[in-house]
Every structure is written in structure tokens, then in C-alpha cells.
């Protein structure tokens, strides 16, 4: 290995130009700010602590969000500016990049910085720094900035910022052995992050000066290292050099340093030769080399863009390939119940069964009880037989009457006693035939019920399988009808800030109906705001004349016409307005009105679309029934940007009539997919009602008053 390569240079910043000077001196004055940057776990929030200790504002509180104290993996502290944090994770997270997903380390879109979302997001962090900055030096630390650079440039023109930036250099080996440790990452992976990092750093850093900070140094020679900050951001220490050691011992931690003797070189041949490079960046030619292994990295990261987007694709199938399997499982649960009752089932037959056998026996013992009693019976005529005969001998013998007669009351009591035993046996006889003629029932009844269940439990297997089998057509058609009901819902909402009456029509009802929300669009027609308001408002948008003038013009509204037919729109506007200071409750004109107002403007002037939205919402509430007052109005919603009250437009133009192709051209220009589109003529054309098909109401009025 080339000793020279591993020489650090004492400060990587060019000398100043006589040139330098003078452009600087005549450009306006900018004020500074200080960024550390770097690659994770190469000593960033260790500079940042410095640049605080030596006077520069680098954090607001230490701990992170939700943490009463620095975490274990940085004991001092990470000394970040959190809410820039946030907003470089929300950047992060639009592209799926978020530092803890598998997508982190790929390129992100190109020209990514220009999407609306991002420019939100920049808006609000020029807000932060317009509240936050100070006159003095203000600065913040984190190292997913390299990867957002070109967001940072626009927001150091806008605030005429001059940045001072700080790199924060370690060997890559010993940050991929960190990140090992810290997050579980492979080393190699970790060497890999570090080389994005570092491209592209160079690459968006490439014209501003920069001061290198090596990370080995802090422990070897912090002196040096603060020497450099001071000379490169002009930061005199009024103390005392004792003070200042002082300082730097009780934030440089040498136990904090886990180097790994093992780790020693990177493993990747271009890592090791851009951290070589990296470490001689003042040196000439340095940056020519850097220059050229940046470019070849970028054309490599766009050959990549395919695999990329097929890796992305897979990634979501095997997202719903884990929601099916969930499914999957739930139904195999079901399946368990229903086998579960299936034995229940069989268990109570088994019971029934035995309950019966128990039954039969009793009543063969009845039975067997009865046929006793028969036989007594038989033996009680014959004794009345052999009663009779005595009596007829004993009426011859007078002397033993006495005797007979008492023997023949016994016997007949005897016999009458047994009569009535014989009879209450029948009866009972009888209750037990029938009672097992109802158990036999019973036992037959649980039989079918159970063979039922046999049969449902084969069912519910067999539909398991169709149900796998419409899953994945099913849930396209799910995301469209939730696509078709987040927007019905946001028109809901549209409705309750214009005054103007519920609709007639009844594809829009069916839209509700099928999002199961009618009773919401009542409540938002009830309360929807009193007319009168918005002529106060209309008043205070376009300085309407007051009345009271004392002669009569000429009709404005041909001039109007010419003038609109001409495209001389700013003419057209006033005309239109003067029509409308007399007659103020003609709709058309204010649909004119609101068309001469958007394209005096030239489609893109807020205060002209401002009130062109006014005019064409003052339309509707003289006349609600107008699609295409709704479909106007949806284009200057576009126009301004409001997406989701433009889609709310344009599905209460569809809503009034279905037949106008340019409510669903618009929603397709609106990113509706031919799905969600077919869906929605589905859901209007689903509950159409002969009587009102022409657009007019035949049934009589108890019918309308019901269905309203």
C-alpha cells in the first residue's frame, strides 16, 4: 500500500482567489450555517458537541423524541436538530427509502427534489430556519442530508444562507463494524452505506469548500481537529488553552472508541480507494479522481433503476402474500370449530343412544309387569266363577249365609281393587310406549342433524378453496371501491362549504348508498351555510358597486359577449360584472363571469382563480342542478391545486349527469385508473329509478318526500 494515501492532510480547503474576493464582495451578503455531515458512526455528533462547546448553536434539547436521556449506543448524546430529522424522514419515507427499510441504500427517483410533496416539505423547513436562525452562528448535524443535498441547495438560495460545511471522516471498516453492532447490519452492507453516503457528498458538495474532520483523530490529536474548525468557520476561543483542554477531556470519551484491530482495511477495492482519496481531498488532482468515481457510480446506479423497480414489485407481492396466508389461517381456524361441533355432535348421539337402550330395557320390565297383572286378572274371574257357585250352594244352606256374604264383599272388594291396579298399569303402559315412540324421534332428528353437519363442514372446506381461489382478483376491485369511496366522501365534505341544495339524481345516491353514508349527506344539507353569507362574501371579493346610481346604462352583456369572443378577457370581466351588478341573480353570467376571470388571469393567477372559484360556486347556489357549473368549478380547483375538492367536483358533475365524458376524463387525469372508473359508473348506473331517468320526478309527492 502507498504510504502517501493514508497521510491526512491538516486542513482539505483551497486557498482563497484574489477573484474569490472580489465576486464575493460584490454579491449580496450571506448569512452562515454550519452542517456537519458525514456517514453514520464516523464522529458526527462528536464534532457537533465541539462546534457547541466552542459557540455555535447546534441543538435545541439532547435527548431524542420520547427519551428522558441520551440512549446507550451515543451516551453523550446525538446533538441533532430534531424537527430537521423529522423532515429528512418524511422526505426519506415518500420514496420508500426510510434509513430502517431495505430500500435505504438504493438511488433515489431522478429529479426527485421537484415533487410537490418534497417542495411542501421544504417550505416548512425554510419556515424552522426563518423562526429558529439567530444573528450568531447556528448550524445542525445529520447524516441523511448528503443524500438530500439538492433540496438544501434551493433552500440556501431562498435564504441566502452561505454554507459551512463540516465532513465527518472514518474508515468505512470500523463504520460497517458499528453499524454491525448498533443495527445488526452485515459489515459489508455497512462499507457499502458508507460508499453512498460519500458519493454523494461528493457529488453535491462538489462546489462549496469543506473542512474534513478524521474521526481517529479526536482521540490521537483533538487539537488539531479544533484548530481546523476554528481557522475554516472563524471561531476565536477566549479562554484559556487549559480551558480548552479541559473542555475537550470531558467530552472526548476514549472509552466511547470501539475500534477493531480485525477491521482494519474495507474489504471492496472502490471503498478503500475513495476513502484513501477522501482522506487527500487537498491535494491536486484529488478531486478530479473523486469526480470521475462518482460519475461512474451514478451511470451504475442507473443501470440498476430496472432491478430496482422489479425488487420493489416483488417486495409488494410478498405483501400480499403474507395477507393471504393470514387469511389463509383464519379460515383454517373456522375449519377447527366446525370440526369441533362436529364431535360435540357425535358425543350427544352416543349419550342419546345409550338414553334409549336405557329407555327399551325399562319398558320390557313394564311390560313384563303388565303381563303379572293379566295373569292375576285371570286367576280373579275364576274366582268369581267359584264365588257364584258357592253362593248358589249357600242360598240352600241357611245357616252358613252370613259367612258366605262376608267372604263374597271381601272378594269383590279384592277384585275391584285389582280391576283398578290392571288399569293404572294399561294407562302406564301406554305413556312409556309413547314416550319411546318420541325418543326414537329424537334419536332419528339427531342423526339427520348430524349427517347436516357432515355435509356443511365438506361446504365449508370446498368454499375455503373458492374463497382462496377470488382473493386475488377481489382485492383490485376492493382498492377501487375504497378509491371511489374516499373521494364520494371528500365531495361530501366539498358540499358543506358551499350553500346549495342536495341532489335529485339518483346515480349520486347511489354512490352514498353503496358507501353506506346517506345519512351523513343529510346532515351536511341541513347544515349547509346560509346563501345571504355568500353575497356578503361576494361583495368583499369583487368590490360590487353599490346601487343607487342615478341613471340607467346601456345592456353591458353583448359588449361582454364581443369581448369574451374576442379573448379580450380583463374587458369581458368588467362587462360581466356590470351585467351582474344589475341582474345579480342571473347564473349563466356568473359562469361567464367566472370563465373571464380565469383566463384574464391566464389559468395561473391565485387572486384571478380565487375568484373565478367564487363565481362559479355563486352559479351553483342559484342553480345547483348545472353539471357543468360543477365540472368549471372542478377545473379551477385543479388549476390551484386542490386535487381531492377537484375530484369532489367532478364526481358531483358525473353525479348530475352520468352521459358528460369530461367528469371522467378529468378523474382519469387525475390518476383514476380504468378500474376505479368502471366502478363508479357501476355504482351510478346500479339504482336508477324509471320516474326520474329523464331528469325530472313522476312518482307523486309522498314517494319523493320519503325518499328525500
Same mark, same amino acid.
Given at each position: 500500500?502507498?504510504?502517501?494515501?493514508?497521510?491526512?492532510?491538516?486542513?482539505?480547503?483551497?486557498?482563497?482567489?484574489?477573484?474569490?474576493?472580489?465576486?464575493?464582495?460584490?454579491? +449580496?451578503?450571506?448569512?452562515?450555517?454550519?452542517?456537519?455531515?458525514?456517514?453514520?458512526?464516523?464522529?458526527?455528533?462528536?464534532?457537533?458537541?465541539?462546534?457547541?462547546?466552542?459557540?455555535?448553536?447546534?441543538?435545541?434539547?439532547?435527548?431524542?423524541?420520547?427519551?428522558?436521556?441520551?440512549?446507550?449506543?451515543?451516551?453523550?448524546?446525538?446533538?441533532?436538530?430534531?424537527?430537521?430529522?423529522?423532515?429528512?424522514?418524511?422526505?426519506?419515507?415518500?420514496?420508500?427509502?426510510?434509513?430502517?427499510?431495505?430500500?435505504?441504500?438504493?438511488?433515489?427517483?431522478?429529479?426527485?427534489?421537484?415533487?410537490?410533496?418534497?417542495?411542501?416539505?421544504?417550505?416548512?423547513?425554510?419556515?424552522?430556519?426563518?423562526?429558529?436562525?439567530?444573528?450568531?452562528?447556528?448550524?445542525?448535524?445529520?447524516?441523511?442530508?448528503?443524500?438530500?443535498?439538492?433540496?438544501?441547495?434551493?433552500?440556501?438560495?431562498?435564504?441566502?444562507?452561505?454554507?459551512?460545511?463540516?465532513?465527518?471522516?472514518?474508515?468505512?471498516?470500523?463504520?460497517?463494524?458499528?453499524?454491525?453492532?448498533?443495527?445488526?447490519?452485515?459489515?459489508?452492507?455497512?462499507?457499502?452505506?458508507?460508499?453512498?453516503?460519500?458519493?454523494?457528498?461528493?457529488?453535491?458538495?462538489?462546489?462549496?469548500?469543506?473542512?474534513?474532520?478524521?474521526?481517529?483523530?479526536?482521540?490521537?490529536?483533538?487539537?488539531?481537529?479544533?484548530?481546523?474548525?476554528?481557522?475554516?468557520?472563524?471561531?476565536?476561543?477566549?479562554?484559556?488553552?487549559?480551558?480548552?483542554?479541559?473542555?475537550?477531556?470531558?467530552?472526548?470519551?476514549?472509552?466511547?472508541?470501539?475500534?477493531?484491530?480485525?477491521?482494519?482495511?474495507?474489504?471492496?477495492?472502490?471503498?478503500?480507494?475513495?476513502?484513501?482519496?477522501?482522506?487527500?481531498?487537498?491535494?491536486?488532482?484529488?478531486?478530479?479522481?473523486?469526480? =470521475?468515481?462518482?460519475?461512474?457510480?451514478?451511470?451504475?446506479?442507473?443501470?440498476?433503476?430496472?432491478?430496482?423497480?422489479?425488487?420493489?414489485?416483488?417486495?409488494?407481492?410478498?405483501?400480499?402474500?403474507?395477507?393471504?396466508?393470514?387469511? *389463509?389461517?383464519?379460515?383454517?381456524?373456522?375449519?377447527?370449530?366446525?370440526?369441533?361441533?362436529?364431535?360435540?355432535?357425535?358425543?350427544?348421539?352416543?349419550?342419546?343412544?345409550?338414553?334409549?337402550?336405557?329407555?327399551?330395557?325399562?319398558?320390557?320390565?313394564?311390560?313384563?309387569?303388565?303381563?303379572?297383572?293379566?295373569?292375576?286378572?285371570?286367576?280373579?274371574?275364576?274366582?268369581?266363577?267359584?264365588?257364584?257357585?258357592?253362593?248358589?250352594?249357600?242360598?240352600?244352606?241357611?245357616?252358613?249365609?252370613?259367612?258366605?256374604? =262376608?267372604?263374597?264383599?271381601?272378594?269383590?272388594?279384592?277384585?275391584?281393587?285389582?280391576? &283398578?291396579?290392571?288399569?293404572?298399569?294399561?294407562?302406564?303402559?301406554?305413556?312409556?310406549?309413547?314416550?319411546?315412540?318420541?325418543?326414537?324421534?329424537?334419536?332419528?332428528?339427531?342423526?339427520?342433524?348430524?349427517?347436516?353437519?357432515?355435509?356443511?363442514?365438506?361446504?365449508?372446506?370446498?368454499?375455503?378453496?373458492?374463497?382462496?381461489?377470488?382473493?386475488?382478483?377481489?382485492?383490485?376491485?376492493?382498492?377501487?371501491?375504497?378509491?371511489?369511496?374516499? @373521494?364520494?366522501? &371528500?365531495?361530501?365534505?366539498?358540499?358543506? @362549504?358551499?350553500?346549495?341544495?342536495?341532489?335529485?339524481?339518483?346515480?349520486?345516491?347511489?354512490?352514498?348508498?353503496?358507501?353506506?353514508?346517506?345519512?351523513?349527506?343529510?346532515?351536511?344539507?341541513?347544515?349547509?351555510?346560509?346563501?345571504?353569507?355568500?353575497?356578503?362574501?361576494?361583495?368583499? +371579493?369583487?368590490?360590487?358597486?353599490?346601487?343607487?346610481?342615478?341613471?340607467?346604462?346601456?345592456?353591458?352583456?353583448?359588449?361582454?359577449?364581443?369581448?369574451?369572443?374576442?379573448?379580450?378577457?380583463?374587458?369581458? &370581466?368588467?362587462?360581466?360584472?356590470?351585467?351582474?351588478?344589475?341582474?345579480?341573480?342571473?347564473?349563466?353570467?356568473?359562469?361567464?363571469?367566472?370563465?373571464?376571470?380565469?383566463?384574464?388571469?391566464?389559468?395561473?393567477?391565485?387572486?384571478? #382563480?380565487?375568484?373565478?372559484?367564487?363565481?362559479?360556486?355563486?352559479?351553483?347556489?342559484?342553480?345547483?342542478?348545472? *353539471?357543468?357549473?360543477?365540472?368549471?368549478?372542478?377545473? +379551477?380547483?385543479?388549476?390551484?391545486?386542490?386535487?381531492?375538492?377537484? +375530484?369532489?367536483?367532478?364526481?358531483?358533475?358525473?353525479?348530475?349527469?352520468?352521459?358528460?365524458?369530461?367528469?371522467?376524463?378529468? #378523474?382519469?387525469?387525475?390518476?383514476?385508473?380504468?378500474?376505479?372508473?368502471?366502478?363508479?359508473?357501476?355504482?351510478?348506473?346500479?339504482?336508477?329509478?324509471?320516474?326520474?331517468?329523464?331528469?325530472?320526478?313522476?312518482?307523486?309527492? @309522498?314517494?319523493?318526500?320519503?325518499?328525500?
Amino acid at each position: 500500500m502507498n504510504d502517501d494515501m493514508l497521510n491526512p492532510q491538516s486542513l482539505p480547503i483551497e486557498p482563497p482567489r484574489r477573484d474569490r474576493v472580489t465576486a464575493i464582495s460584490s454579491a +449580496v451578503q450571506r448569512r452562515p450555517i454550519v452542517l456537519v455531515l458525514g456517514m453514520h458512526r464516523s464522529g458526527t455528533s462528536l464534532c457537533s458537541h465541539i462546534l457547541s462547546a466552542l459557540g455555535v448553536d447546534m441543538a435545541d434539547r439532547i435527548p431524542g423524541p420520547g427519551n428522558p436521556a441520551p440512549t446507550p449506543d451515543n451516551p453523550q448524546g446525538h446533538w441533532e436538530r430534531w424537527e430537521i430529522v423529522e423532515f429528512h424522514d418524511r422526505i426519506l419515507g415518500l420514496f420508500n427509502r426510510d434509513y430502517s427499510g431495505c430500500f435505504h441504500d438504493f438511488a433515489l427517483p431522478v429529479a426527485w427534489w421537484a415533487d410537490p410533496r418534497v417542495a411542501e416539505i421544504r417550505r416548512q423547513i425554510v419556515a424552522f430556519l426563518e423562526k429558529r436562525m439567530g444573528e450568531g452562528y447556528f448550524g445542525f448535524k445529520d447524516p441523511r442530508t448528503v443524500r438530500l443535498m439538492p433540496v438544501w441547495h434551493q433552500i440556501f438560495d431562498e435564504l441566502k444562507l452561505a454554507p459551512k460545511i463540516v465532513l465527518c471522516l472514518r474508515n468505512p471498516a470500523q463504520v460497517g463494524r458499528s453499524l454491525s453492532a448498533r443495527d445488526h447490519l452485515d459489515p459489508e452492507m455497512g462499507e457499502y452505506r458508507w460508499l453512498v453516503h460519500m458519493i454523494d457528498f461528493f457529488r453535491y458538495t462538489n462546489k462549496y469548500d469543506f473542512c474534513t474532520i478524521e474521526y481517529e483523530e479526536w482521540f490521537s490529536k483533538p487539537v488539531v481537529n479544533v484548530e481546523r474548525l476554528q481557522q475554516f468557520l472563524d471561531l476565536p476561543w477566549r479562554q484559556s488553552e487549559a480551558d480548552l483542554t479541559l473542555v475537550l477531556s470531558g467530552i472526548i470519551d476514549p472509552a466511547a472508541r470501539h475500534d477493531d484491530s480485525e477491521h482494519s482495511e474495507p474489504t471492496q477495492p472502490q471503498v478503500r480507494s475513495l476513502y484513501q482519496l477522501a482522506m487527500r481531498v487537498g491535494q491536486d488532482d484529488v478531486r478530479e479522481q473523486i469526480a =470521475s468515481i462518482v460519475s461512474q457510480f451514478v451511470n451504475f446506479q442507473q443501470l440498476q433503476r430496472p432491478f430496482l423497480t422489479t425488487f420493489e414489485d416483488i417486495a409488494k407481492t410478498a405483501v400480499k402474500y403474507s395477507e393471504i396466508e393470514r387469511e *389463509a389461517a383464519s379460515l383454517r381456524t373456522v375449519v377447527g370449530e366446525r370440526d369441533a361441533d362436529l364431535a360435540a355432535a357425535d358425543a350427544r348421539a352416543a349419550d342419546a343412544e345409550g338414553r334409549l337402550a336405557e329407555a327399551l330395557a325399562e319398558i320390557e320390565q313394564q311390560r313384563g309387569q303388565i303381563a303379572e297383572i293379566a295373569r292375576e286378572h285371570d286367576e280373579a274371574l275364576g274366582l268369581k266363577a267359584v264365588l257364584a257357585e258357592r253362593e248358589a250352594t249357600l242360598l240352600d244352606f241357611f245357616r252358613g249365609v252370613d259367612e258366605l256374604v =262376608s267372604a263374597l264383599d271381601a272378594a269383590r272388594s279384592e277384585a275391584a281393587a285389582r280391576d &283398578a291396579v290392571l288399569v293404572e298399569a294399561e294407562r302406564l303402559g301406554q305413556e312409556r310406549a309413547a314416550a319411546a315412540e318420541a325418543m326414537s324421534a329424537e334419536i332419528e332428528a339427531m342423526r339427520a342433524a348430524l349427517a347436516q353437519a357432515k355435509r356443511e363442514r365438506q361446504q365449508s372446506v370446498t368454499d375455503a378453496a373458492a374463497l382462496r381461489a377470488e382473493i386475488a382478483p377481489l382485492q383490485g376491485k376492493l382498492a377501487a371501491a375504497r378509491r371511489v369511496g374516499k @373521494a364520494a366522501i &371528500a365531495a361530501f365534505r366539498t358540499e358543506a @362549504a358551499a350553500p346549495m341544495q342536495p341532489l335529485a339524481r339518483r346515480p349520486w345516491r347511489a354512490i352514498a348508498r353503496f358507501l353506506g353514508v346517506r345519512k351523513l349527506l343529510t346532515r351536511a344539507n341541513e347544515t349547509l351555510t346560509n346563501p345571504i353569507d355568500g353575497e356578503m362574501a361576494l361583495d368583499r +371579493v369583487v368590490d360590487r358597486p353599490r346601487v343607487g346610481l342615478t341613471r340607467r346604462k346601456s345592456d353591458p352583456l353583448p359588449l361582454a359577449d364581443r369581448a369574451r369572443d374576442a379573448r379580450q378577457w380583463e374587458l369581458a &370581466a368588467h362587462l360581466y360584472r356590470k351585467a351582474l351588478d344589475r341582474d345579480p341573480q342571473n347564473q349563466p353570467i356568473w359562469v361567464q363571469y367566472g370563465h373571464a376571470l380565469k383566463e384574464w388571469g391566464e389559468l395561473r393567477d391565485p387572486d384571478k #382563480l380565487a375568484r373565478a372559484e367564487f363565481a362559479y360556486r355563486k352559479a351553483l347556489s342559484l342553480d345547483w342542478g348545472v *353539471a357543468d357549473s360543477y365540472l368549471q368549478l372542478g377545473h +379551477v380547483l385543479k388549476l390551484e391545486g386542490r386535487k381531492d375538492e377537484a +375530484v369532489a367536483a367532478y364526481l358531483r358533475a358525473f353525479a348530475l349527469d352520468p352521459s358528460l365524458a369530461h367528469a371522467m376524463d378529468e #378523474l382519469r387525469g387525475l390518476e383514476w385508473s380504468e378500474v376505479e372508473l368502471s366502478e363508479l359508473r357501476l355504482q351510478a348506473g346500479s339504482d336508477r329509478d324509471p320516474a326520474t331517468e329523464n331528469g325530472r320526478d313522476d312518482r307523486p309527492g @309522498a314517494a319523493r318526500a320519503a325518499e328525500e
